[in-house]
């Protein structure tokens, strides 16, 4: 049951453009999104999240757009950088006042800056 | 900065087996949760735990898994039995505190190849 979706495998962008990362979600209780990065060999580190209240989040050279009537969020960064060459999982999370909250993944868009 | 550590990074094990995978949540962070990566598929959520029990789990979390929080600084993921299909990349996270808009965590992984 593929909840949120990352459609596109692999992103390549050159050095100095913008990159976007497209997320879809089918679950309309989620509240909550996130994005993280994940380089080889480590975790996955958080990068910005949103809450459905807002649509749009902006830190830094990131910036995560919310489009909750099409289930969509992206996230824009610019300009690109070469270190930024990861692979980028969206994850959405339903609303839970005061328990462990499970995360819901994407399967993960790698992106690859050419410098 | 405070991080999540996982120990081994990588565990090969026989079919059958049983494995215990370790995590030292951030010390101050009281709710932890594993979650498991298949290769080329996406993040998935295992369970979740808090003050000394599962507060939330998944389909896949069935009674071949256990948690435990053995002392007051490891949290360990045991599966009895081991299959093939478990392996994966096994991840460990945890937040301050279990609200829905806390920042999870995560840990580097351990791989788990079971032949």
């Known amino acids: 049951d593929q909840q949120v979706k990352q459609n596109s495998p692999s992103l390549s962008v050159q050095e100095g453009r913008i990159s976007i990362l497209n997320c879809d979600y089918t679950?309309?209780?989620?509240?909550?999104f996130l994005w993280y990065k994940k380089y080889p060999a480590e975790g996955p580190t958080f990068l910005i999240s949103?809450?459905?209240?807002?649509d749009k989040n902006e830190d830094g050279r990131f910036t995560v757009f919310l489009n909750k009537s099409a289930k969509h969020l992206s996230l824009h960064i610019v300009p690109s950088q070469p270190g930024d060459s990861a692979v980028y999982f969206c994850?959405?999370?339903?609303?839970?006042?005061?328990?462990?909250?499970?995360?819901?993944f994407g399967t993960g868009t790698s992106l690859t800056v050419i410098p | 900065e405070p991080e999540v550590t996982q120990t081994p990074s990588h565990q090969v094990t026989q079919m059958g087996q049983e494995v215990i995978l370790r995590c030292v949540p951030i010390?101050?962070?009281?709710?932890f949760y594993w979650y498991r990566q298949i290769l080329g598929q996406k993040v998935e959520f295992l369970v979740s735990?808090?003050?000394?029990?599962?507060?939330?789990k998944s389909e896949i979390f069935d009674d071949q898994f256990s948690v435990e929080r053995p002392d007051g600084s490891n949290f360990t993921l045991k599966i009895r039995s081991t299959k093939l299909e478990d392996s994966a990349m096994y991840f460990c996270?945890?937040?301050?505190?279990?609200?829905?808009?806390?920042?999870?965590?995560f840990g580097p992984g351990t791989r788990l190849t079971v032949l």
């Open positions: 679950n309309s209780m989620f509240d909550y």
């Open positions: 735990f808090y003050n000394n029990e599962i507060s939330e």
């Open positions: 949103i809450s459905s209240i807002k």
């Open positions: 010390s101050n962070h009281l709710y």
């Open positions: 996270a945890s937040t301050e505190q279990g609200g829905w808009i806390d920042t999870q965590y």
């Open positions: 994850a959405a999370s339903p609303y839970s006042s005061n328990t462990g909250n499970q995360f819901y």
